[in-house]
């Protein structure tokens, strides 16, 4: 794939930003190789992705500092954790545009197995490809479900027994982003996305599940309301993506927390 084919889906500019940098960085004779990665490299980039750097260079000396990167024009500077020398800029025209460093040991084996040349004065050899996707992780699935069914045993006390219902919000909230795990580790695999790519990691099905367990005003019918919905949808189809993917679901600490609900006055969704 050309470069101009690779950025053509990104909104206006991202070609100005990378001319920029392709400005500094070729001439610069410590830098052997400049790469897209990323959904550009992949090829599935769209008008909402930024832009992915590689940056192969001889030693990291001299390029660890945000200051080499003066010509991205960056009103936000974010090292990214783990890989000195790496940053998300956000520049001054609103784009995204992360940084990542390596050496000219580090790309056979590198995780950006799908990468668009910009320029490559060594001919470098590129990653292998990746292995076989995994399937759903298991291990996972139960760990969230058991956060599910800790945080279920918190409601009664911390929300409805205090009225705090802005903190039922941000519960039911929390509960929706739970069922959303559950359901995209249930398909795995899945192609490989950045993590804003959201929805698309769904079924239609799933989609349409999520979008009707609408946030609650902040008072109590509407908290406990949107709780139970949200809660019965784990219960079910949060149980089925589990046992699916060759889970098991908790019914002894599920009836336990189903008790406790009820003790308190409050409706358990399905089946304990």
Not at 57 to 66: A, Q, R, W, Y
Not at 139 to 161: K, S
Request: charge should be negative.
């Amino acid at each position: 794939m050309e470069v101009g084919e690779a950025i053509a889906p990104l909104e206006p500019g991202y070609d100005a930003l990378l001319a920029r940098v392709v400005a500094v960085l070729e001439t610069d004779e410590r830098v052997r190789a400049l790469w897209l990665a990323g959904s550009v490299g992949r090829g599935v980039a769209d008008a909402g992705s930024d832009l992915d750097l590689v940056v192969t260079v001889e030693s990291f000396d001299g390029f660890t500092d945000p200051e080499v990167w003066a010509a991205v024009d960056p009103v936000i500077t974010t090292p990214i954790p783990g890989l000195p020398g790496c940053f998300a800029f956000t520049t001054r025209e609103g784009l995204r545009l992360d940084v990542v460093l390596e050496t000219p040991a580090d790309v056979a084996g590198s995780p950006y197995t799908q990468r668009v040349p910009v320029f490559d004065h060594d001919e470098l050899e590129l990653p292998g490809p990746e292995g076989s996707p995994n399937g759903p992780d298991v291990e996972r699935m139960q760990a969230i479900v058991t956060e599910f069914l800790r945080q279920a045993a918190i409601f009664p006390a911390a929300v409805v027994a205090r009225r705090d219902w802005l903190l039922g919000q941000s519960a039911v909230h929390f509960y929706r982003t739970m069922l959303y795990e559950l359901y995209v580790e249930s398909n795995q695999p899945l192609p490989v996305t950045g993590i804003k790519q959201w929805s698309s990691k769904l079924t239609a099905r799933q989609r349409e599940a999520l979008t009707g367990l609408v946030p609650p005003a902040a008072e109590r019918e509407a908290v406990v309301t949107a709780m139970v919905a949200v809660a019965g949808a784990i219960v079910s189809d949060g149980r089925a993506a589990l046992e699916s993917a060759g889970g098991l679901w908790p019914d002894d600490v599920t009836s336990a927390i189903a008790g406790y609900w009820s003790r308190h006055g409050l409706p358990w969704p399905g089946r304990p």
